[in-house]
């Protein structure tokens, strides 16, 4: 049972992700349709048109694994080495400063969503 509800909330994420990627051909957008697909369902999430147990454990079991989902990136880019020839520096601050804006954003939403669920406990 355990296994169909799991299976069954990653394919919420599918849909939603292919609904996204229909909305991106269909307008002819230049954002992918991941992105548009996680706006999807961040809306959703946000607006409790989804609620957040429906997706909970098909949630944790992918983050559990999120380096693997990196695994295809990666091996992706290999080709295109030589275009970043020379710029290994600016690259490393590039990476750097967008980790560290990623990590705050995160940490500041992180300790407001931790304020508001308190708030709700009381």
């Known amino acids: 049972m355990k296994y169909l509800q799991i299976t069954l909330q990653l ?3 599918i849909v939603i992700y292919y609904l996204g990627v229909w909305i991106q051909q269909l ?3 230049f954002i992918p349709g991941s992105i548009i697909g996680m706006t999807l369902l961040f809306l959703a999430l946000s607006l409790r048109l989804i609620p957040a147990k429906w997706i909970e ?3 944790s079991l992918m983050l559990k694994h999120l380096p693997l ?3 295809p990136v990666t091996v992706g880019a290999l080709p295109y080495l030589p275009l970043f020839k020379g710029r290994a520096a600016l690259l490393l601050l590039i990476a750097l400063i967008s980790t560290a804006i990623v990590m705050t954003i995160s940490g500041l939403i992180s300790q ?5 669920k308190g708030d709700e406990l009381v």
């Open 69 to 71: 989902l990196f695994i």
């Open 112 to 116: 407001r969503m931790v304020r508001e």
């Open 57 to 59: 454990q098909g949630a």
């Open 11 to 13: 394919l919420i994420f």
């Open 27 to 29: 307008l002819s957008l």
